[in-house]
């Protein structure tokens, strides 16, 4: 594959299937052969994925922007009585839903919300069960490990208590956000109001003890060090080890434009967003799946990601909104034809699939 002399260890480790290092992940931080990187990255996922490349139809339901965690990098989180708050009722939920089903291959719903000051987690069981009541067509992922964490500190129930009971409401599979950067330092420093590394690495361990399937993500491109990212995929690697639970890596470059940070740091180049995408590729040797979500990346950067160890491009998400608060240039939703055609160009093949990565159908 042509690495240079330096690279060559590296490179003869991922042919023969061997674990990369923590020094590996930082070495290929610091590598500058882009061209290179991708190749590997994509190698793998050829041999891992094939040409299937995952997209679904889908739609986003935000419940609420008011939030009691103030987290820096955020741009959707308002308090009450800010303009632009909201929190929605279970009518208005439901009618969002019923206005996204137009799309006869709408196939399930992903639920992440603020952290609302009054809300009771029965309020949002409620409206998760009547969600699930009204659609239960739909497959249901929803809540972080975030909101999760936040459910069992206002309910006085455990973790496991909480998520048997969304289990039960409906909730199939958990949302992948929240994770940021699972460094303590780096949450002490943005956001030392919700859950911890260890928190959130609780629920999704729980999550799959239960059989309740979640993702796993990472904001990066903000306060945080190389080494950080590649501590963040390896804590994500080593839980992976040890349950099996995660179904898919996304990668979240940080858009600081309407953030507190906006002032002192710079969006992340398309250079970085893409040896992200291939060294998490190359370090998360036991997940099958990677992200590139088009929302944070643009379309054209997650289309070239595709070639950098992506063979998942997330779904048409009706109407993104908190991405679209942070200064997300991408549109709010893209339609399922334009979503077929970014993959048939990067010369894969488009396959509609459910939440859980069960092929409905491959378009040729
Ligand atoms: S990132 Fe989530 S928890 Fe933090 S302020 Fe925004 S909505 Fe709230």
Redesign the pocket.
């Known amino acids: 594959m042509l690495a240079t002399k330096e690279y060559e260890d590296i490179e003869k480790k991922v042919l023969q299937g061997e674990r990369l290092s923590r020094e590996d992940g930082i070495r290929l931080f610091h590598c500058h052969d882009l061209a290179w990187l991708g190749a590997l990255a994509d190698h793998v996922r050829q041999e891992k994925c094939g040409d299937i490349v995952y997209y679904n139809v889908n739609c986003h339901v935000n419940l609420t ?1 008011i ?5 820096e ?2 741009a ?2 308002r308090d009450a009585g800010d303009k632009g708050a909201y929190a929605m009722t279970k009518e208005q939920a439901i009618g969002l839903v019923r206005e996204a089903l137009k799309d006869p291959d709408m196939g399930g719903l992903h639920v992440v ?3 609302h000051p009054t809300w009771s987690f029965e309020q949002y069981l409620g409206i998760l069960q009547a969600l699930h009541e009204e659609f239960p067509q739909l497959y249901l992922k929803g809540f972080t490990g ?1 909101e999760i964490t936040h459910f069992a500190k206002i309910s006085g129930l455990s973790v496991r208590e909480v998520l048997e009971k969304l289990k039960a409401a409906g909730l199939k599979a958990i949302a992948g ?2 994770a940021e950067i699972l460094s303590d330092r780096v949450r002490q420093e943005l ?1 030392p109001n ?1 859950a911890t590394a260890e928190e959130w690495l609780n629920v999704a361990r729980t999550a799959h003890q239960l059989g309740i399937p979640t993702n796993a993500s990472m904001l990066y491109g903000h306060i945080e060090t190389l080494e950080e990212r590649v501590d963040h995929l390896l804590k994500l690697r080593n839980l992976q080890d040890e349950t099996h639970g995660f179904q898919t890596f996304i990668c979240f470059p940080f858009l600081p434009k309407h953030t507190k940070l906006g002032q002192r740091i710079k969006q992340t180049s398309m250079w970085d967003d893409l040896r992200t995408m291939a060294i998490a590729r190359l370090m998360l040797d036991n997940f099958r799946n990677i992200k590139a979500y088009w929302v944070m990346l643009t379309v054209p950067v997650a289309q070239v990601a595709l070639g950098f160890g992506a063979n998942d491009i997330d779904g048409t998400i009706h109407k993104e909104n ?1 991405m679209h608060d942070a200064g997300a240039e991408s549109p709010r939703g893209l339609s399922e034809d334009t979503i077929i055609r970014i993959i048939k160009e990067a010369g894969r093949v488009p396959a509609l699939c459910d939440c859980n990565f069960n092929i409905i159908r491959t378009i040729d």
Do not use: A, D, P, R
């Open positions: 922007n939030c009691t965690s103030h987290c990098f955020c959707f989180g919300s603020g952290l975030v956000g929240g956001c919700k908190i």
